[in-house]
């Protein structure tokens, strides 16, 4: 590991750019980041020279294409991305990461990229596997996103390895998009980010954590940030697979705020809908159906969660105006 103090004075967006300079003008108009942000992703990889590279939130693939370039001359360095979808969100037309395979195909190379998509990290870690050197975070945004996609890959992260998280000011523009400002404040590490990132910003919109040794002994803050309002509900599908991960690295304490905070978020979804209709409990049913049938799988290796389903349908029926509609959703089951 580098000096700390050597680390910090590092200006990373300055650091090898003529690489960069290279590929920008195919970027100019897909990417997602100003030519100063991924000037930084590119100068830390260049200075530290990852070997295993892991990418969540892909889009177009304007970071996959700098993190590519920035490795083809790294002996044995790979890329592995993924995205919860497996079109590009804003042309369906499109798959995620076109512009690899449109623009970019002379960097990706077949033992330097691999790319997942629809569904979780949770889908994928165990294939991916560990000892993973850096980390770029830049999906959802918005609550509870870059929480769990953090607590999903941080048992798969090296000792001191590298979160990278975009976006980080992007709250001083848009609302409710702070997430991963407050996971990037949250992180206890050697922070770094670009010296010269516009004025517009209060702070730079892209920034690295060099992770503390106890990274993993100090994850009950993060876990506390899925309290927070969830802006987007995560699908039962989601829940069960992000459980399961979970099961294996965390203590039964976290799990319990992850399980919590899904049942209260689930049932404040539904009361924030003034009128509930038979489609919109159909929907209900359907998902706790879902989580019950799915969540047999944990409750072998995991009792906190034994009655996680119980739970979900007596919250939620609590909250349903109409008795006969309640008593139906309860009756189907506790048959």
């Known amino acids: 590991m580098k000096d700390n103090e050597d680390i910090r004075k590092m200006d990373f967006e300055k650091f090898e750019t003529d690489r960069l300079e290279e590929i920008n003008y195919k970027l100019v108009s897909l990417s997602q980041m100003s030519f100063t942000q991924s000037s930084f992703l590119n100068g830390l990889i260049r200075y530290y020279k990852p070997k295993k590279i892991l990418e969540v939130g892909v889009a177009a693939g304007g970071s996959s294409a700098v993190i590519l370039n920035a490795i083809k001359d790294i002996d044995g360095s790979m890329l592995y991305s993924i995205d919860y979808s497996t079109e590009y969100h804003q042309d369906a037309s499109k798959l995620s990461g076109f512009l690899i395979t449109e623009q970019f195909k002379d960097i990706s190379g077949g033992d330097k990229w691999k790319l997942y998509t629809g569904g ?7 294939e991916i596997g560990g000892d993973i050197d850096l980390c770029l975070l830049d999906a959802a945004h918005i609550n509870p996103g870059e929480f769990l996609d953090y607590l999903m890959v941080l048992p798969y992260l090296k000792k001191n390895a590298i979160v990278v998280l975009h976006d ?3 709250q001083t523009i848009a609302n409710s998009v702070e997430t991963c400002c407050i996971l990037y404040s949250g992180l206890s590490g050697i922070k770094l980010y670009p010296k010269t990132e516009s004025l517009k910003f ?9 992770l503390d040794d106890n990274a993993m002994d100090r994850t009950f803050n993060t876990f506390c940030l899925l309290t927070l309002k969830w802006q987007y509900m995560i699908t039962p599908k989601d829940y069960i697979d992000i459980l399961n991960i979970f099961s294996k690295y965390y203590s039964k304490e976290l799990i319990n705020i992850y399980t919590s905070s899904y049942v209260e978020h689930l049932k404040a979804s539904l009361s924030d809908n003034s009128s509930i209709n038979e489609n919109r409990l159909s929907t209900v049913e359907n998902s706790l159906s879902t989580v019950e049938n799915s969540l047999s799988t944990v409750e072998n290796s995991l009792s906190t969660v034994e009655n996680s389903i119980l739970k979900l349908i007596n919250t939620i029926a609590w909250w349903i105006p ?3 509609w309640r008593d139906k959703f309860k009756a189907k089951f506790n048959k």
Not at 120 to 126: E, H, K, P, R, Y
Not at 202 to 210: D, E, K, S
């Open 322 to 324: 109409i008795k006969k």
């Open 202 to 210: 209060t702070l730079p919109n892209i920034g690295a954590v060099v």
């Open 120 to 126: 979780t990290a949770a889908c994928f870690m165990d």
């Open 168 to 170: 980080i000011q992007l």
